[in-house]
């Protein structure tokens, strides 16, 4: 027959037994937990240094693109416009083609186009990096034919000085339907047109051409 007492230390026991068990089945709870948290923390890490990686990586590959293209382009050539038109000259990459679309003789306007690699058929829809116009309107009638685009802000607006010559630049959506930047100047009793038909190339526009650019007024 078991004693009061005795019946007191094997309730104690099984108690102490029972929170031993408890206290080892959280402890493993809270270990698995943290095992798992820093399993997921550690890939987490990890997918963040790749991507950190692979973005620093392709920052440099653009920026080594970049830098060779920009040499690529280098010696430019020179564009030399007829003298009985101003004679208009301007640099602009080695890695473009020129083509002259019309030459101004017998009263038409003269055209010519610029485009790396080979200038597409003038008679398609593509924009050219760089085009030269010189035609027989008088410079305030050439501005004339884009005031109302300036005016509905399509186009905006300025008065420019380049290389010591004074003309009129516009920015922004052109009545032909393209986007860009172009600038007018009075040559003689004729008006030249200097533009590129999308902001893709204004830098080498504004950088390379505008900045070179010579004509006799």
């Given amino acids: 027959m078991k004693h009061k ?17 408890l206290l080892s089945l959280v402890l493993g709870s809270v270990m698995i937990w943290a095992l798992v948290s820093y399993n997921d923390q550690r890939q987490n890490v990890d997918a963040k240094i790749q991507k950190a990686i692979a973005e620093a990586k392709k920052q440099q590959y653009d920026s080594d693109a970049k830098t060779f ?20 000259t301007f640099d602009y990459p080695k890695t473009w083609s020129a083509y002259v679309g019309s030459d101004g003789g017998q009263g038409t306007s003269y055209e010519a186009y ?17 085009r030269v116009s010189i035609d027989s309107r008088s410079y305030d009638q050439t501005l004339q034919q884009y005031q109302s685009s300036v005016q509905n802000g399509d186009l905006k607006s300025m008065a420019v000085t380049v290389n010591g010559f004074s003309g009129n630049r516009l920015d922004g959506k052109f009545p032909g ?3 860009g930047s172009m600038v007018i100047f009075k ?5 030249l047109r200097l ?15 505008l900045k070179t650019l010579k004509f006799n007024p």
């Fill in 69 to 88: 293209a920009e040499r690529e382009k280098q010696p430019y050539k020179q564009f030399v416009g007829p003298s009985e038109l101003g004679r208009v």
């Fill in 5 to 21: 007492g005795e019946r007191g230390s094997v309730s104690g026991l099984l108690i102490a037994n029972l929170t031993l068990i």
């Fill in 195 to 209: 533009y590129t038909e999308t902001p893709v190339f204004r830098s080498d526009f504004d950088n390379i051409a």
């Fill in 187 to 191: 040559v003689r009793d004729k008006s």
């Fill in 114 to 130: 610029l485009y790396p690699g080979v200038v597409p058929p003038t008679i398609s829809r593509q924009p050219y990096a760089l």
């Fill in 177 to 179: 339907g393209f986007e």
